[in-house]
Nanobody, 116 residues
Framework: QVQLVESGGGLVQAGGSLRLSCAAS??????MGWFRQPPGKEREFVSD????????RYADSVKGRFTISRDNAKNMVYLQMNSLKPEDTALYYC???????????WGQGTQVTVSS
């Protein structure tokens, strides 16, 4: 069993930055990812990372602005978000699973609100 707890969300002005953190308890998962659910919309993929951190993927909407990383010694995954836009406003979820793209554990989410 894996439990995930996100933190670091908040209110920021457009152009600002936030760093999300996800603390994982239990066994370390091979793949970790971030997803988000904007108000009134479906949950969508943001980014994910493999075990070693050597392979990462990003949604086109965040490429060049967001950076995912992980620290396996601390069982943490991070999402550095720069140049934030109002359309990045969403509830951000951390996910864990055996393979990139296959996630069976989810956190409760942390809210990110970007004002214009």
């Amino acid at each position: 069993q894996v439990q995930l707890v996100e933190s670091g969300g908040g209110l920021v002005q457009a152009g600002g930055s936030l760093r999300l953190s996800c603390a994982a308890s239990g066994r370390t998962s091979a793949a970790m990812g971030w997803f988000r659910q904007p108000p009134g919309k479906e949950r969508e993929f943001v980014s994910d990372i493999n075990w070693s951190g050597g392979y990462t993927r990003y949604a086109d909407s965040v490429k060049g602005r967001f950076t995912i990383s992980r620290d396996n010694a601390k069982n943490m995954v991070y999402l550095q978000m720069n140049s934030l836009k109002p359309e990045d406003t969403a509830l951000y979820y951390c996910a864990a699973g055996p393979l990139m793209g296959s996630y069976n554990y989810w956190g409760q989410g942390t809210q990110v609100t970007v004002s214009s």
